[in-house]
């Protein structure tokens, strides 16, 4: 493989880690946080298995680096302008219905994602979706499930979920650009091209909400950008909190 493809691949398993890693990061601001102890259980464990995704990526995104680089390298020591996630990963974390209105996006986009990677060419990340396939299936349920919930619930519950929706929707159009994937990727089966995601994604998401007496947002698309290292306000905190103790404690050993 040539150089230039090497780097798209680089920046392609980037894409996915920093999608994940910075998605536990804010799934987890909720434990101790949501409304019921045993929701507290659900999302450390929503939260986990994103880490988990995040760590196999990072690592996989090291070992393609020259020199290569450790997962650590890549979550602690990287600044903003090199983090490639998508802007709705790194949003300040709203209410609850606004969690789950974004969990719901994330889950459902990532089942469709995985559910194709499985195939990929490079095995490495072949492993890796055949795994991750099983975990965002259930995060896609656990959404569905308090989206149904809410949005069938009382009136109050009925408008915030549907605020949330609202607030979130701006940001779905920046998971299914194609521009970021090098289109040689997608030739050799190694990428997903995630356009080609959007219209199963569109048919799941408008049936839950459907059942949930909610409506599909038309809420036009937020600039995006975050693929090309462009972030929002709220990026800067984040990875403040993230990275915080890495970098006040180089080297450290737990």
Known sequence: MSAPQDAARVDYVLGLADD??????????????????????ALSNIALDLLGQARSL???AGSLHDPVRTEDDLAYFRDEAEFRNVHLV??????FGVAMARLLILATYHCELYERLQASTDETLAAVAAKAVKEVDYHRDHATMWVLRLGDGTDESHLRMQAGLDAEWAYVPELFDPAYVD?????????VDPSTLLPAFDERVATVLGQATLTVPTTPAAPGGGRRGEHTAAMAPLLADLQGLARQHPGATW
């Not at 890693?21 to 045993?38: D, F």
């Not at 289109?183 to 990428?191: E, K, N």
């Open 183 to 191: 289109p040689r990727l997608v030739a050799d089966g190694v990428a």
């Open 58 to 60: 990072l690592t996989y």
């Open 20 to 41: 994940a890693l910075l998605a536990a990061q804010r799934t987890g601001e909720w434990i101790a946080a949501s409304p019921q102890i045993e929701e507290d259980v």
């Open 90 to 95: 790194e949003r300040e974390r709203g209410d």
